[in-house]
């Protein structure tokens, strides 16, 4: 069974920057494909923030390109989103997961609240 644990998230003006942390249990962690999903108030619906596959490989989507990024350390297990320029519209719960083969484990996700 694999834990995720987030932490680093908070209350942010628009404008400031976030650093979002996830520590994986688990002694398989440079294999797979980590990921950053968030949530925001009233969707049901999670979206793919950012994605780092094994090889370092990272995508991103469109509403953060250019302001956030993901980077990941096998050696401690982690895998951090840096958040920068946020914006109002950045506010949600942020979820890390972890990819094994077809499978996706889940964090408890943190809270990101942009103020105005």
């Known amino acids: 069974q694999v834990r995720l644990v987030e932490s680093g998230g908070g209350l942010v003006q628009a404008g400031g920057s976030l650093r979002l942390s996830c520590t994986a249990s688990?002694?398989?962690?440079?294999?797979?494909?980590m990921a950053w999903y968030r949530q925001t108030p009233g969707k049901e619906r999670r979206e793919l923030v950012a994605?780092?596959?094994?090889?370092?490989?990272?995508s991103y989507s469109d509403s953060v390109k250019g302001r956030f990024s993901i980077s990941r350390n096998n050696d401690q297990n982690t895998v951090a989103l840096q958040m920068t320029g946020l914006k109002l519209e950045d506010t949600a719960v942020y979820y890390c997961?972890?990819?094994?083969?077809?499978?996706?484990?889940w964090g408890e996700g943190t809270q990101v609240t942009v103020s105005s």
């Open positions: 688990g002694s398989r962690f440079s294999l797979y494909t």
């Open positions: 994605e780092i596959t094994r090889d370092g490989s990272t």
């Open positions: 997961i972890q990819r094994v083969f077809n499978y996706d484990y």
